[in-house]
């Protein structure tokens, strides 16, 4: 089969390599008929990852086929059209119980296209295939669906419900990309006063104008400003940092209000400076977090019900084997205006 795979920092390659096969019998092989690139892919080909090695296929969001499965697999079947989590459950350890499965001790955890191979090649082994799959209903997209493999997930638990948003809140989202734009999206299902949404990007800030932000803040712009404004100079009850550097997560901790909550969700590549000689005396909650994909059925169930459209995310599609160009394309948003890319299976292939 052809795969992305990558050969360390800098340097990756759709090449030939082995088709996956099942090695325990709770695995499954899953076709891949749609996938996607995250930002942290990007993080990982930039070296911020070390324990991503040479050699492995990327990639941790999918649709597909189920082609096979092992003796001990029992809710899907072959045939079967799935979603492949980003987060790979075992089910029976301590944090599985708990619904806790980005730390799974069993096996799983974010393992695919990190620790095992992933997503972004034809075919995929998906250990755990009860506990790591979705079944999708009828009238479900492949394109919707993916949206809810990472990016969904991860901003509603990671930044919506870790940062407690509550109706009435003014919530502030630093970072307009697909993480960020999804914490806009899944926010407003707590009917917050006031969004606001801070990129540099004019066409990031269009998307989350489009998505349900109330007031952006642009390059030359004053957050602090913007937000005092709005609060009568209390700061927002939410702070919801979705880029992962430094100085975005300092800029959350100086618009939260005193008692309020800063939820990070990007993934950081160095270390931050926490000024605790400022905010001990102001009562913040800051909260990080792997996502556990717990909310994936709920807002599959959503998505259904014509609640959530995260079609509405993909601004790029491609064929599965023009992998080199949606990652060029994915890597330029400021040039190409991506959000979403989304590269699909030839139904003839």
Not at 152 to 179: F, K, Q
Request: proline letters at 5%.
């Amino acid at each position: 089969m052809k795969a992305l795979i990558y050969h360390g920092p800098g340097r990756r390659a759709w090449e030939e390599t082995p088709d996956p096969r099942l090695t325990e019998p709770t695995d499954a092989i899953v076709r891949v008929d749609a996938v996607t690139i995250c930002g942290t892919d990007l993080h990982i080909l930039k070296g911020d990852v070390p324990a991503v090695e040479p050699g492995r296929i990327l990639g941790h969001e999918a649709v597909g086929t189920v082609m096979a499965t092992g003796g001990a697999v029992t809710t899907v079947k072959q045939g079967d059209r799935v979603l492949v989590s980003c987060i790979t459950a075992c089910g029976r350890c301590r944090y599985c119980r708990t619904a806790t499965y980005g730390q799974c001790l069993g096996g799983g955890g974010w393992i695919l296209g990190h620790r095992i191979d992933g997503t972004q090649a034809e075919y995929v082994r998906v250990p755990f295939a009860d506990t790591s799959t979705h079944a999708l209903p009828e009238g479900v997209s492949s394109e919707a669906a993916l949206m809810l493999a990472d990016i969904l997930p991860t901003s509603y638990e990671v930044g919506v419900l870790n940062g407690r948003v509550r109706p009435g809140d003014t919530v502030v989202v630093v970072g307009a990309g697909p993480i960020g734009l999804a914490a806009i999206t899944t926010a407003r299902l707590f009917t917050p006063s006031h969004i606001v949404a801070v990129d540099l990007a004019a066409s990031r800030l269009e998307a989350a104008k489009r998505l349900g932000a109330d007031v952006v803040v642009g390059a030359g712009d004053d957050p602090a400003a913007a937000v005092a404004e709005l609060t009568h100079g209390l700061g927002a009850d939410v702070a919801i940092e979705a880029v992962g550097v430094p100085d975005t997560f300092d800029l959350c901790t100086r618009l939260v209000r005193p008692g309020g909550h800063v939820a990070n969700v990007g993934v950081h590549g160095a270390p931050v400076t926490l000024h605790l000689e400022d905010l001990w005396i102001r009562n913040l909650t800051i909260t990080t977090g792997l996502v556990d994909t717990r909310s994936t059925p709920t807002l599959l169930d959503m998505v259904a019900a014509g609640r959530l459209d995260p079609a509405a995310f993909v601004t790029h599609r491609f064929d599965l084997h023009d992998m080199e160009t949606a990652y060029q394309t994915f890597s330029n948003p400021a040039g190409t205006g991506a959000l979403k890319v989304v590269l699909s299976r030839n139904t003839d292939d």
